[in-house]
Structures are given as structure tokens and as C-alpha cells.
């Protein structure tokens, strides 16, 4: 099926009133509005064989519940909690915990009951609903003597449902109840305690801090990076140690211990780092580019001309970890020029984050029903862009403004197309581009300039670093200038390379005639770009410089140079 649908198509879903489009409704608005009655929810929400999470499923049903929170609710919700059958009493708690999208509703009346519950139940599975359904309350009956006095009950789950409802309580019982259950024989009893107790940094003290390092070598891996984040909060050096030797063990959880090395080093935990790279960091003690040891070495480095064994590591895992330099050799002998671009990219890598960081999907996001659903709108809003995997940003570039979004999707998601858009060869880069190209209509001035600053450092390091040989360069040239043409960059890429005329532009110059086709695959190049392009290369200045180096390269590859010489034809447009 073509995907250039017609906006009118990319409407469905909307509120159609008297032909009139309106804003699409949230997805608690939609909850709220459902049609069903509170008798009708309930009854599905009892309902065991309705599982998952879709329409008519009992977990659909709950949260139904919970966003209405209307006295009714309220009520039908006791009246359960009362019942003679253990299910029904198990609903019933699990409505008050969430009662309100929030603030909670009715959070006096709520606690009162799941208290008596804890108190008077019978069925423990009961008990440890009414205890998890406390801590979703967020009410100060949390925190409530009997709840404080389960926390060596003798059953693991109550003992779990006391750790996950005492988080972020600061009162004293509290965080004594919390640090004994981190010394629980259970690891996901001591993982919530470690939690409750890392990430409340109000709590703090040489008592607190030896509790987070004893569980620092604690054998699950989870409540070791709960207690590392904890220390890492508090700015605590201890952690260091501990975190690089996370950092270095392969594991499938890794992010964990990446996002406490960015919480320790000051870096946005919603930005994507390499591991090697935080390694290298975390042993500068700081953001590599900022710190003064970083820099006083890199100042060594540039009046020595030799790269230290840490330096020449940093580089090397820069040019891994972001992948925005693939056609690069590997970065293993810079020189001074070439090693201020790799900073300036750098930089131009974390201006994009910030200068992008408050855009966010619509909340009247536009999607065709037919091909993608609320669950998937639900997970993109939910998922900071960073932690998408490749094969979902390539599934989302394919859907944005087609099945998916409009200017404002495209925006959210271009940081990550442009950090890592032309770095990973499993995404389609020009068509990434071409969909960036439509949202930057609706770029801020300053927007405009920090993708100007990223494009720039990225030509800069480009013409600065020598393309690999054998073709292993991914035709990185026609790509970075096909994402310069779709940004409105172009004009400022070629007069970087008609003012530079040494070895690595004529060489970057040749990998765009050796592959002409990549400039525009699909044809998305617009008309007035080709023009600017042409022009350019039928200058004088351009013409005679690719003339001379095909003359030389004929020398020594007479197939090659005819090869070059059918590239610039087809690029001059004859």
C-alpha cells in the first residue's frame, strides 16, 4: 500500500463535530468519557479471563475505574473490600490505591480501608494488595505503625509490598523499617528498600551511605544499581570504583549502571552515552570536555603531538559510541586540527540534546487507526527517545508524517536522527532526513542554529579525517550532503569545501563521485538544491580541481577514473 496518504486520511481517529476537526482526546479523557457503566467496568475488571491490556480487557476496565473516580466508584470499590470473596476484596484495593489520575480522590477515605484491610483480612493475598495499593495511594497512611510493624513479617511479599510503600518516606520509623529491609535474605525486597532508600536523597548521613555501599556488592544486579544510584545522587567518590567495574562486565542490564555513571558525572539521564564512552569519563572524574584534568592533558597532547594511552582510548570509543563520524578512519593518530573538530562535534552532539530537549509528542498526535494504535502512542510517550532501539526508530522514521505524526513527531525524535541518524547503517538516512526536512518549518531560530552548529562540526571533522579505503566509507559524503541539502545546509557545505583544497577534501571529493546514487536515492532532493549542486561543480574553481584529480587517480586506475567521470556527469546533470 503507497504511504503518501492525503491529510484528510491522516485525520482518522480525530473528533469529527459537524465536519469539524477538533483536537484528538487524551488518553485520560478517553478513559473518562467511556461510555460503559461503573457496574459494567467492574464486572470486567473481575473478570480473570480477560487478560492483556486492549479493549474489554480487565486491565482496561481497571484503569477505566481509575481515571472516572466518581463517588459511585468510590463506593462499589468498599462495598467489594467487604465481600465475603477474596477476588473481590483484591479489586477492591486495587481501585482505592489508584483512585485518580492523580492527585489520587478520596485518599482519606481510601487509606482508612486498605488499612483495615491490612488489619483485619484474613487472605494474605488480600494483605498484600491492600499494602502495594497504600504505597500507589501516596497518602500518609503509608506510613501508618501497622504497615511500619510488617517489615520482618515472615512473608516475602508482605515484606516486598512494605519496601514498595515505604518509598520516599523520610519519617524516622520509616527509614529504619527501610534499612533493615535492606539486609532482607530476599533480593527484591532488598531492591525496593535500596530504592526507597538511594532515591530519596532528603535521606542522608554516614549511616545511609554505608547501608548503600554494604549492598553495592549485593549479589543481584538490580539492588547493586539501585544502591550505585543512590551514592551517585549524593555525589559520593566511593561509587567510582564500583561503577567501572559494572561499567567493563558485560551484562544484559547495563543501562542500569550507564544512567548512574551519568547521574555521577552531571550528564542528562535521558541522553544516550556510550558505555565506553562514561568509562573514559568516569576516569577524568567529570564531562570530559569540561574537566580541567581532561584539558590539561589534552593541552599536553597538542604540544607533545602524541596521544596518551587514555586520550587515544577516548577517541577511539567517540568514534564507536556516537557513530556520527563512520566514515572517518579509525581515530588512532589525530593530530592537533583533527582533534579539536572530534571536541567541536562533541559539542555540537550536546547543544542538539539541550537545544531540542522540551519537544514532545502532541497531545493531539494525528494517526491512522488502521496501522498503528493508542498502545503504540501510549509506549512513545512513555520511552524517552534515547532508549527507542534502532529497529523502532526505523520503524518510526518509516511511519512519521505517513501513518504517524506530523512536524511536531518529527521534531521530538530529531536529536536521535541527527546524533545517530547518520551514523547507523540500519537506519534509512535520507528518508530520516526528508522527514526532518518537514518539520523545520516549525523549528525555533535557535533550533535552526544548533543544527547549522551540529551540520558544520560534522563537515569540519569530515574534511579534516581521511575516508577509510576499499569503499568502507558507506559513501558518508553523499550522505552528510544529501541531510546538508534536505536542512537547508547545502550552500554552507560546499563553500567548506571550495575554501579548503588539501588531501582529505580531494579525497572526500572523490568518495562523492564514486557513488553518486547515494546524493538521492528516492528522489527527495528538491529541485532548487540539484541546481545549487550543479552549479557548483561546473564552476571553474570545482571543475578543473575534479578534473586534475581524476587525471591523477587515471594514472594508476583507468577503471576507477572513468568510473569518477560517470559520477560527475550524472551529478552535473549531463
Known amino acids: 500500500m503507497a504511504h503518501d496518504w492525503s491529510t484528510s486520511h491522516r485525520t482518522v481517529g480525530k473528533i469529527q463535530r459537524n465536519g469539524v476537526r477538533v483536537r484528538r482526546l487524551t488518553i485520560h479523557e478517553r478513559l473518562v468519557r467511556d461510555p460503559r457503566s461503573t457496574d459494567e467496568l467492574f464486572t470486567i475488571a473481575l473478570d480473570e479471563r480477560r487478560e492483556g491490556y486492549g479493549r474489554g480487557s480487565a486491565h482496561e476496565a481497571l484503569i477505566t475505574l481509575h481515571a472516572r473516580a466518581t463517588p459511585d466508584v468510590l463506593e462499589r470499590a468498599i462495598s467489594l473490600c467487604r465481600s465475603t470473596e477474596a477476588a473481590q476484596r483484591i479489586l477492591g484495593a486495587r481501585v482505592l490505591g489508584e483512585l485518580g489520575n492523580p492527585p489520587r480522590a478520596f485518599p482519606e477515605t481510601s487509606g482508612a480501608e ?13 494483605v498484600v494488595a491492600a499494602i502495594y495499593a497504600l504505597g500507589h495511594l501516596g497518602h500518609t497512611s503509608a506510613e501508618d505503625p501497622l504497615i511500619i510493624a510488617l517489615h520482618d513479617h515472615q512473608d516475602e511479599r508482605v515484606r516486598r ?39 530519596t536523597i532528603a535521606i542522608d548521613g554516614p549511616e545511609i551511605r554505608e547501608a548503600l555501599l554494604l549492598r553495592a556488592t ?9 544502591a550505585l544510584h543512590g551514592l551517585a545522587r549524593r555525589h559520593d567518590e566511593r561509587v567510582v570504583p564500583y561503577l567501572l567495574e559494572e561499567l567493563e562486565a558485560p551484562q544484559e542490564l547495563s543501562y542500569l549502571f550507564e544512567n548512574v555513571a551519568k547521574c555521577h558525572l552531571g550528564l542528562p539521564e535521558d541522553k544516550m552515552f556510550d558505555g565506553d564512552f562514561l568509562r ?33 582510548e577516548f577517541f577511539r570509543d567517540f568514534n564507536r559510541g556516537c557513530r556520527n563520524v563512520r566514515g572517518s578512519a579509525r581515530i588512532q593518530s589525530l593530530d592537533r586540527a583533527q582533534t579539536e573538530a572530534a571536541i567541536r562535534v562533541m559539542r555540537a552532539i550536546a547543544t542538539i540534546d539541550r537545544i531540542f530537549a522540551s519537544r514532545q509528542i502532541s497531545d493531539t498526535v494525528e494517526y491512522c487507526d488502521h496501522c498503528t494504535n493508542a498502545e503504540y502512542v501510549a509506549y512513545l510517550r512513555s520511552t524517552p527517545r534515547d532508549k527507542l532501539s534502532e529497529d523502532e526508530v526505523f520503524s518510526l522514521v518509516a511511519d512519521l508524517t505517513n501513518t504517524f505524526g506530523c512536524e511536531i513527531e518529527c521534531t521530538w525524535l530529531a536529536p ?10 540500519s537506519y534509512d538516512v535520507e528518508l530520516a532526513m526528508s522527514r526532518l526536512r518537514r518539520a523545520r518549518s ?4 535557535e533550533e535552526i542554529k544548533a543544527v547549522n552548529f551540529f551540520l558544520s562540526a560534522q563537515w569540519l571533522f569530515v574534511l579534516q579525517t581521511m575516508p577509510l579505503p576499499n569503499g568502507n566509507s558507506l559513501s558518508y559524503t553523499s550522505t552528510l550532503l544529501n541531510a546538508s541539502a534536505q536542512l537547508g545546509f547545502l550552500e554552507s557545505a560546499l563553500d567548506l ?22 546524493f538521492d536515492s528516492y528522489g527527495t532532493i528538491q529541485p532548487d ?46
Open 161 to 199: 509490598g512494605v519496601a514498595f510503600t515505604l518509598c520516599g518516606r523520610t519519617s524516622t520509623e520509616s527509614v529504619q523499617a527501610l534499612l533493615n529491609l535492606m539486609r532482607d535474605p530476599e533480593p527484591e525486597v532488598r531492591d525496593w528498600a535500596t530504592t526507597g532508600i538511594g532515591g
Open 442 to 445: 516549525i523549528w525555533s531560530g
Open 529 to 574: 538544491d540539484y541546481r545549487t549542486l550543479q552549479a557548483w561543480l561546473r564552476s571553474p574553481q570545482i571543475a578543473n580541481r575534479t578534473s586534475s584529480l581524476i587525471a591523477q587517480v587515471a594514472i594508476h586506475d583507468e577503471h576507477r577514473a572513468k568510473s569518477l567521470k560517470t559520477g560527475l556527469a550524472t551529478l552535473q546533470g549531463g
Open 280 to 312: 573514559v569519563a568516569l576516569r577524568y572524574q567529570g564531562s570530559p570536555y569540561e574537566n580541567p584534568l581532561w584539558r590539561h592533558q589534552m593541552a599536553t597532547f597538542s604540544e607533545s603531538g602524541t596521544l596518551t594511552k587514555e586520550i587515544e
Open 497 to 518: 569545501f571550495r575554501h579548503r583544497n588539501d588531501r582529505t577534501s580531494d579525497a572526500r571529493l572523490l568518495e562523492l563521485l564514486d557513488d553518486p546514487d547515494s
Open 114 to 126: 486498605l488499612l483495615r484491610l491490612v488489619a483485619d483480612d484474613p487472605d494474605i493475598d488480600v
Open 416 to 425: 536521535r536522527l541527527l546524533r545517530d541518524g547518520l551514523g547507523v547503517p
Open 218 to 226: 549485593d549479589e543481584d544486579k538490580i539492588t547493586r544499581a539501585e
